[in-house]
């Protein structure tokens, strides 16, 4: 329980972190605040920060904000331990391998951007009536280290 309450007391420091750069300075001009966003891989599952970004929601909220792609997750975690990166989007995962390791100052999760993995099958020619029995045989090329192969 006590666990409970502090992820949340956690949570809320860090909304509350996050807001403080939205307001002003009490003299009329609003307080930009540069943050730099380390997204562990460009993909389609991102669509609505992207969005966000184009159409200058971040500035209108007084967030200059930096996209970087980290390209896995261990360098925007590293990212973000390293302090080149204030927030890091990647899988909750990483956090727990980076604790497990014995860091010092451990990050914390606060936000859920998906609720899948985000995987995609794409093959160069249409396969109106694929089935997975069609992989047999075949390579399938991976999106990171790890997985490259279908065995079937």
Request: a negative charge.
């Amino acid at each position: 329980m006590k666990k409970k309450l502090a992820g949340i007391g956690l949570m809320i420091m860090a909304a509350a972190f996050v807001l403080a750069g939205c307001g002003n300075d009490g003299e009329g001009e609003e307080k930009i605040q540069k943050v730099t966003l380390n997204e562990v891989a460009h993909s389609i599952f991102y669509a609505p920060q992207y969005v966000a970004i184009e159409n200058g929601y971040f500035e209108q909220e007084g967030i200059d904000l930096e996209l970087v792609t980290g390209y896995g997750a261990d360098k925007t975690m590293a990212a973000v331990i390293s302090g080149d990166a204030q927030i890091g989007f990647m899988g909750a995962e990483a956090s727990v391998y980076a604790y497990l390791e014995g860091a010092n100052d451990p990050v914390v999760n606060f936000a859920q951007g998906t609720q899948r993995a985000g995987n995609f099958l794409v093959a160069r020619e249409e396969m109106p009536d694929f089935q997975w029995n069609d992989l047999k045989g075949k390579k399938v090329l991976g999106g990171r280290k790890g997985v490259g192969r279908l065995a079937m």
